[in-house]
Structures are given as structure tokens and as C-alpha cells.
């Protein structure tokens, strides 16, 4: 199985300011074949299912804000939040789809300081 | 309205069974691969099963292989998890959550339901 770890854990950040999660797998998820990146990321607020945000590594799912974005190649991946806003107060998570069984980072919690 | 809506959670003790449902509306069900994904209280999410669109596909984490079976009905637009031998390491909200991905790979999930709770305690 791959195995994804986020870094880190958790993190503050000041209303306004860039918020960075990183995102580490076992090994490569890019298919090389159709140089696609198999890498999503969620967003979960307290009391609520996951949201998907981001998919393909980079691309926003339809109505989620252009402040999130994402990047990375191969086995390294960011989720950037350009500039955190309150209702950003959430637990974020990594999925690499690129093989079976999907498998997702441990989680990281974003809070306003 | 695009949802999934579970239910069939609740109280079981250890070695018992449990059927969930998750009834779809608003989208082609059968056009999308199905899946159940776990999140143990105050912890990470963790993949369980998926189907095919037409049923004929299955596949299961290593820890339910053996003991939980995925199943569709598509002219109900609805997708069970039957879960027998339950354990306390069971003890999980369950999401039922729409699958999609490439030609290649896996699936991700693009719509979640709000999950149903099941608690594995004697």
C-alpha cells in the first residue's frame, strides 16, 4: 500500500496569511504514461463529511475558492491557502488514487492564532 | 438535489452484524463507482470498499476482506455495506461517497454523504 504523510499535524495561522500543508507518498503517484498526478485533497470541518477540494494534484473542484490551490510532482505535494480566512478552520487530508486501496495522510488541522 | 444519505448505523456488540444503506439522488448512479470510507472517533479516514457501476467489480481493505460485502441495487439508486463479525476496531462513522477517477488507478470521492455512526461495544 502507499502510505501518505502529511506535515505537519496541525498549524496556526493569522487571518490573512498563507497556510502550507505538504503531503509525502511511499512512492510515486504520477502515471508517467499520461503524466496525470492521482493526489486529492479534502477539507473537514467539525460535524461534517469531507469536501473534496482539489483532484489531479491541481485542479479545484467546482466552487471551492481560488485561494486554495495545489501542487507538487511525483511524491511531493502542497495544499496552499493563499490567504486563510475563518471559515478555512478545518482538518485538511491527502488521497492518492493511484492505486488500490486508495489511502489518505493522517490529517491536518488548520486554526486561526 | 445531488446527495447520499446513509442510514443503518447504530449499537452492536462484538461478533455481531449490521447492513448500512446509502440511498442516491440527483445523478446517473449507475454511470459511478460507489464506495464506503470510515473515520474511527477523533481519527483519520480510512478507505473500506468500492463497487462498480454495475456491481460486477468489488474491492475491500485488507482489515473488512473476508468479513464486510459491498452490494448495489441500481434501480434503487442505493449501495449497502453488509457487516458481519463486527470488532471494536469497527467503531467508526461510515461515508458512503461517490467514486471517481481515470482510466488508470484508483477512484477519488467527489460527493459525500453525512455518514451513519456504528458503535461495536458489549
Known amino acids: 500500500d502507499i502510505v501518505m504523510t502529511q506535515s505537519p499535524d496541525s498549524l496556526a495561522v493569522s487571518l490573512g496569511e498563507r497556510a502550507t500543508i505538504n503531503c509525502k507518498s511511499s512512492?510515486?503517484?504520477?502515471?508517467?504514461?499520461?503524466?496525470?498526478?492521482?493526489l486529492a485533497w479534502y477539507q473537514q470541518k467539525p460535524g461534517q463529511p469531507p469536501k473534496l477540494l482539489i483532484y489531479w494534484a491541481s485542479t479545484r473542484e467546482s466552487g471551492v475558492p481560488d485561494r486554495f490551490s495545489g501542487s507538487g510532482s511525483g511524491t511531493d505535494f502542497t495544499l496552499t491557502i493563499s490567504s486563510l480566512q475563518a471559515e478555512d478552520v478545518a482538518a485538511y487530508y491527502c488521497?492518492?488514487?493511484?492505486?488500490?486501496?486508495?489511502?489518505f495522510g493522517q490529517g491536518t488541522k488548520v486554526e486561526v492564532k | 438535489e445531488v446527495q447520499l444519505l446513509e442510514s443503518g448505523g447504530g449499537l452492536v456488540q462484538p461478533g455481531g452484524s449490521l447492513r448500512l444503506s446509502c440511498a442516491a439522488s440527483?445523478?446517473?448512479?449507475?454511470?459511478?463507482?460507489m464506495s464506503w470510507v470510515r473515520q474511527a472517533p477523533r481519527k483519520g479516514l480510512e478507505w473500506v470498499s468500492t463497487?462498480?457501476?454495475?456491481?460486477?467489480?468489488?474491492y475491500y481493505a485488507d482489515s473488512v476482506k473476508g468479513r464486510f460485502t459491498i452490494s448495489r441495487d441500481n434501480s434503487k439508486n442505493t449501495v449497502y455495506l453488509q457487516m458481519n463479525s463486527l470488532r471494536a476496531e469497527d467503531t467508526a462513522v461510515y461515508y458512503c461517497?461517490?467514486?471517481?477517477?481515470?482510466?488508470?488507478?484508483?477512484?477519488?470521492?467527489?460527493?459525500w454523504g453525512r455518514g451513519t455512526l456504528v458503535t461495536v461495544s458489549p
Open positions: 488521497q492518492q488514487y493511484y492505486s488500490t486501496p486508495p489511502t
Open positions: 512512492q510515486s503517484v504520477l502515471y508517467s504514461s499520461n503524466n496525470t498526478r492521482y
Open positions: 440527483g445523478f446517473t448512479f449507475s454511470s459511478y463507482v
Open positions: 461517497a461517490r467514486g471517481t477517477g481515470g482510466k488508470f488507478g484508483g477512484w477519488y470521492f467527489d460527493l
Open positions: 463497487i462498480s457501476g454495475s456491481g460486477d467489480r468489488r
